[in-house]
């Protein structure tokens, strides 16, 4: 396809991508739906056409996001809709030809490893940023909500708004970024899904179910789990949150083994529908548990795997 026409698709994108997320800032009686959809477009661009297209779009509807709301709301789009684009974008197409010919292509559990990194580089730059609040990030955090709910809960009396601050200030730092990369997986999947029905997918669609990590996440998980445990102040707090995005990929293993498992039984949909009914009624705790399950399908398949050596799981 000439390049002019690639360019063409990744304005279009981009623009497309900046009004899903105005969407939100403008209003829309659908905007938070609308919003956690922009990554969508710049996905598909990236997983179609390549990074350098994906970085056009991000150019492009950064720019657009800055001469409507301003250049706060740019930095915001470029981190919530161009950043992780681009890390699938520029992971995703990797590939590599074996020895007997095949076309082995990078896995999706590496790339799902490159989005948490990034979550957790993004999490540590906001504890930079709030390290200097008089009583460290933690004040800083419960200080940030407590603004937030003078402003759309202006009426809730005092008690309700300090136990609503004390609930949410612990780990509110995590559901953050874990929104944010939850975000990112279901739009790259979408994206994913969506060019294979069109025809236009360069990789073919993965198998979700042979989702494998490599080693980094679950040291690290162990790390920050010991240093939120053992560690106070803002090394604890912070360690904690970092901690709980790390259980996000080995929620996806978790539930890669479940669909594995319910594929070889008659009542696989009754059984997806339960494991997904009880993630939406009671995510926290079910989210744990789908982790664990994770966890124990990681170690068992890390003992048995051979190591490639082909230098594509950095």
């Not at 720019?63 to 409507?68: P, W």
């Not at 992780?84 to 992971?91: G, K």
């Not at 990789?203 to 979700?208: N, Q």
């Not at 080693?215 to 709980?244: K, S």
Request: glycine share 12%; proline share 6%; aromatic share 10%.
């Amino acid at each position: 396809m000439p390049a002019s026409r690639r360019f063409g698709f990744a304005i279009a994108a981009g623009l497309t991508a900046s009004l899903l997320f105005l969407s939100l800032a403008k209003g829309f009686g659908s905007g938070i739906v609308l919003s956690y959809l922009a990554p969508l477009p710049m996905m598909m661009i990236g997983l179609w056409a390549g990074a350098a297209a994906t970085l056009v779009a991000a150019v492009v509807g950064a720019a657009a996001v800055a001469g409507t709301v301003g250049g706060v709301s740019a930095l915001l789009f470029l981190v919530a809709t161009a950043l992780p684009a681009l890390v699938v974008a520029n992971r995703s197409l990797l590939w590599r030809e074996n020895q007997d010919g095949s076309i082995e292509w990078y896995p999706p559990g590496f790339v799902l490893a490159w989005l948490t990194a990034v979550g957790l580089a993004l999490l540590l730059c906001g504890a930079a940023l709030m390290a200097d609040h008089p009583d460290g990030v933690r004040g800083f955090v419960a200080e940030m909500i407590g603004k937030a709910l003078d402003l759309i809960a202006a009426e809730l009396p005092p008690d309700r708004r300090a136990d609503a601050v004390t609930w949410w200030t612990p780990l509110f730092p995590a559901m953050t970024v874990v929104s944010w990369l939850l975000m990112a997986v279901a739009n790259a999947c979408g994206a994913q899904a969506l060019l294979v029905r069109m025809g236009k997918n360069h990789r073919p669609k993965p198998a979700y179910r042979e989702l494998m990590l490599p080693d980094w996440p679950a040291a690290a998980l162990a790390v920050t789990g010991l240093l939120g445990v053992a560690a106070g102040g803002d090394v604890g707090f912070v360690a904690a949150n970092l901690a709980v995005v790390l259980l996000v990929p080995f929620v996806f293993m978790g539930l890669a083994g479940i669909h594995r498992f319910a594929a070889t039984k008659p009542q696989s949909r009754l059984i997806l529908g339960l494991v997904y009914g009880l993630l939406i009624l009671a995510f926290g705790w079910a989210a744990i548990i789908v982790a664990l399950i994770g966890l124990v399908r990681f170690w068992r398949l890390r003992f048995r795997r051979p190591s490639s050596g082909g230098g594509m799981e950095g």
